[in-house]
Structure formats: structure tokens, C-alpha cells
């Protein structure tokens, strides 16, 4: 990162100083991770009963609006540069990038195997994936400034590289924004829970459904469960439905209200609340 700094602004390279810039949100970004998993580890307590896990969310909400912000600036200073473009030293220029794809790479091979489980690990790989493709195209400028005087490419590729992550930075946003309304978790439709659920032998009706994310891989799940029929072993029914929804739903957190005649709310029509 302070190699690309420092070249960007010598060389004159608007496409260094671009992926400097993502690398510099790497850095602040990934020390955002460290923190919010060791403060995601802290236990519950009597003023958050569900404890910190999600932190991580907020850090990876956190780090998508830095990512907005560096596009932004890039964009902007593109948009001067092409109308006047400065003297840009193509071989200094060249010789930083491929320091840069090196480290990039290495970077991504060891954030690849979480991203898919934790939001905020799946922020940091996207950032250092865009700054691998980044350092790609910031090769590819500085080699046809070399061989054409072209310097105006070095503009083009930095707006090429701040459009790049714009759609993936903002499906983390959504994603994160999504854990914090305490939304449906992506890819999992409530119809066919619910009917999954009325399914069970014993219930015939699921209402006040509720089922929301802590973090990324926690889903959590509230319902009001009726069994009218008395011959209903109430214990053996709520273990069976717990067992159903972790096998085929992968929810494992589940609370349960077990009824034999459905409750006002359920009389008048509110079945999701």
C-alpha cells in the first residue's frame, strides 16, 4: 500500500494511486475484522443477550461505504485528469503494480477460505479482489503508455478499477444493511419454511413467523406452533420440528410457542408479524 502511494504520487498514476486507495481500505477494513471478530467472541450479557456478534455486520456495512467513498474520489480526479493528462513514468509504474498483484494474490488465497461464512471476512476478500484485478489493469496501462505515450489510459483503467467493485460493494451493502433490519436471510423463502412447518405431523397452523440473521451464517427462528389434538405429545412435537428445520433449513437457534387454539393475533389474520 505505502509503496503504491509513494509511486503513484512520483510516477504521477492516477491507476496506482487508485489501487492504493483500495488497498488502503484493505488495511482499515481487515483491522476492522480482526476487531469485530474478537468482540463478536465476547459472551452475552445482561444489556446484550444475544451478545456481539453482530459487530461483524456493522464492520462489514462500515467498510462498503469506505469502498463508495474511494470510487468517488477516483472517479472525480479521473474526470480532471482527462481533460489535462500529467507526465506519467511508465516503468516505476509498471514495476510497483507487480509488487502489488504478488501481495494481492497471496492475500486472497488466505481470506478465500471464510468469505463465505462470515459478511465481514467476505468485505475484506472482495477488497483485496478488486485490488488483484486492480494491480492487473494498472500493469496493462503502464505497459501501452510504454510502447504508445497513451497516458490518458491511465485514467481510463482507474475509473474501469472504482466501477469494478461499485455492484460488489454494494451487494455487501445490502447485505449487511439486510442482517441489520432483520431481514428474511438471502436464499431462504418463508412460504415454503411456513408449509415445511405445517407439514410436520400434529401442526396445522404457523403464525407470528419471524426469522432473521445475527451474522451471516446465524439464522434465527420464532413461530407460534398450533397442535390442537390432545394425543399430541407436546415434547416429542417441538423435537421433531426442531429437527426438521436444522436438517433441511440449517436453523439451529429456534423458539417455539406451542398452542392447542390459536392466539387473537392468529384469529384475526396476522400471521406475520
Request: aromatic letters at 8%; glycine letters at 8%.
Amino acid at each position: 500500500m505505502l509503496a503504491e502511494i509513494v509511486g503513484g504520487v512520483l510516477t504521477g498514476s492516477l491507476a496506482l494511486i487508485s489501487d492504493a486507495s483500495h488497498m488502503a481500505t484493505d488495511v482499515f477494513g481487515i483491522a476492522i475484522a480482526i476487531a469485530a471478530i474478537r468482540i463478536g467472541r465476547r459472551p452475552p450479557d445482561l444489556k446484550r443477550t444475544f451478545g456481539y456478534e453482530r459487530f461483524e455486520t456493522l464492520a462489514a456495512a462500515l467498510n462498503a461505504l469506505l469502498l463508495f467513498g474511494v470510487a468517488a474520489y477516483i472517479l472525480v480526479e479521473a474526470y480532471r485528469r482527462l481533460s489535462a493528462p500529467p507526465e506519467i513514468q511508465s516503468s516505476s509504474m509498471l514495476v510497483i503494480a507487480l509488487i502489488g498483484l504478488v501481495v494481492n494474490f497471496f492475500a486472497m488465497r488466505i481470506l478465500s477460505e471464510g468469505q463465505e461464512e462470515s459478511l465481514n471476512l467476505k468485505g475484506a476478500y472482495l477488497e483485496v479482489w478488486s485490488d488483484l484485478l486492480g494491480s492487473i489493469g494498472v500493469i496493462a496501462a503502464a505497459l501501452i503508455i510504454q510502447f504508445t505515450g497513451w497516458t490518458w489510459i491511465d485514467s481510463l483503467v482507474a475509473v474501469a478499477i472504482g466501477l469494478w467493485v461499485l455492484p460488489r460493494t454494494w451487494m455487501l451493502f445490502s447485505n449487511a444493511l439486510n442482517v441489520l433490519l432483520e431481514g428474511v436471510p438471502q436464499g431462504l423463502d418463508v412460504e415454503a419454511l411456513r408449509t415445511a412447518m405445517i407439514d410436520v405431523p400434529g401442526v396445522t397452523d404457523i403464525h407470528d413467523l419471524h426469522v432473521w440473521s445475527l451474522t451471516g451464517g446465524r439464522i434465527c427462528l420464532t413461530a407460534h406452533m398450533v397442535a390442537p389434538s390432545r394425543d399430541t405429545d407436546q415434547e416429542m412435537l417441538v423435537e421433531e420440528m426442531n429437527r426438521m428445520l436444522r436438517d433441511r433449513f440449517k436453523i439451529g437457534h429456534v423458539t417455539l410457542q406451542y398452542e392447542r387454539v390459536p392466539c387473537p393475533d392468529a384469529v384475526a389474520g396476522h400471521r406475520f408479524l
